[in-house]
């Protein structure tokens, strides 16, 4: 089946989106968030997040086929994020889209979270190049995969061995009294101060650590230094710069992801980087990857910022991807899994 129509799900964290896509034309895409409540409590609250899932789930399948222009029946197939994620928030998607199956007798695709990430940008610039590396950043993920074919081989490379990058911007933005989500708000920050302001450590990037964990992330020992300065000028009584500490940390985290993801290329004999996830929104880290690939001879591919953070068009995007590619819908007893594999594409 070619140009299928597929409708897609997505609920791994706080935010209920369904995309709707043929082929890889982005006809819809609805997403609804609980950000506002979970603000008060400075991250997500799991349940929260499920039950907002709930009350949001049928407004926007709804939503999403009035702006395609669809009846729902129509669609050829549904895909869901079936992992990973929050285990609860997880199971109010996959829940939905058995529904969906079922009453409309269409295939049920459950697939990766993060390799829906990766399958967003066909909906942005057309198929995908095969092979290619490509680097995740979320909050919760910090990954480089090697892609060779995106609907059965994808090979992890590296991944964080503790706080994720985005998990990292929220936490010092939080430290700098910014409002959550962060990461948005520390990058607007970050414009105004000097990243060259504080010599802030690379995590992973000395010697024996690229031997051991090569294309490895790790951002809790720069979360801790962060804090540790703030708080001897605090206890200094000096006035924190709080935009230079801004600049000066999200220089070290752009630092690391570019330089270990052109490293992968170059290693790897790939000329092709493909970047996403929330993070990816980042003003300083498109700039910075893209000036140092151009250098390289590597051709960088990120959506735009609306498509890197989670939204049920990327889930649309891969649905489709494996539809095409003639891969075996999921047995309807499938699960949620909030610790999928990501060298698993589909369950």
């Not at 008060?40 to 349940?47: A, L, M, S, T």
């Not at 499920?50 to 395609?68: Q, V």
């Not at 919760?140 to 892609?147: K, M, P, Q, Y």
């Not at 992330?217 to 540790?228: C, I, M, Q």
Request: aromatic share 4%; charged share 20%.
């Amino acid at each position: 089946m070619s140009q299928a129509l597929v409708l897609g799900i997505e609920t791994s964290c706080d935010e209920t989106g369904v995309g709707i896509v043929r082929g890889t034309t982005l006809l819809a895409d609805c997403v609804a968030s609980s950000v506002a409540e979970h603000e008060r409590f400075g991250g997500v609250v799991p349940e929260i997040a499920s039950r907002a899932h709930l009350e949001a789930m049928s407004p926007a399948i709804e939503r999403a086929c009035i702006d395609a222009g669809i009846a729902l029946w129509e669609i050829d197939a549904v895909a869901v994020t079936s992992g990973p994620g929050l285990i609860g928030a997880l199971l109010v998607g996959v829940a939905a889209a058995k529904a969906l199956g079922l009453a409309l007798d269409k295939p049920v695709y459950g697939v990766n979270h993060l390799a829906a990430h990766v399958a967003v940008d066909r909906l942005e610039h057309g198929k995908l190049p095969q092979p290619a590396i490509a680097m995740l950043v979320s909050g919760g993920h910090s990954s480089i995969l090697r892609v060779d074919d995106l609907t059965h081989d994808v090979v992890p490379l590296g991944a964080t061995i503790d706080d994720a990058a985005g998990e990292a911007f929220d936490k010092i933005a939080r430290l700098l009294g910014l409002a959550f989500p962060g990461g948005p708000h520390l990058d607007v920050l970050a414009r105004e101060g000097n990243r060259d302001a504080i010599a802030f450590p690379r995590g992973l990037t000395a010697a024996h650590d690229m031997r051991d964990h090569r294309y490895d992330f790790s951002f809790s020992g720069l979360k801790t230094s962060v804090a540790r300065w703030i708080e001897a000028r605090q206890r200094a009584g000096e006035a924190v710069p709080i935009a230079d500490v801004a600049a000066s940390f999200q220089e070290a985290v752009v630092d690391v992801l570019t330089t270990k993801a052109l490293l992968a290329c170059a290693e790897q004999g790939i000329n092709h980087l493909l970047v996403a996830g929330g993070v990816a929104a980042n003003s300083r880290l498109r700039a910075v990857i893209e000036q140092r690939a151009q250098a390289q001879g590597v051709l960088v591919r990120i959506p735009r910022p609306g498509l890197c953070t989670d939204n049920g068009a990327m889930v649309a995007a891969l649905g489709a991807a494996l539809v095409e590619a003639h891969i075996p819908p999921t047995a309807l007893n499938f699960g949620a899994d909030s610790s999928f594999p990501v060298d698993r594409v589909v369950r």
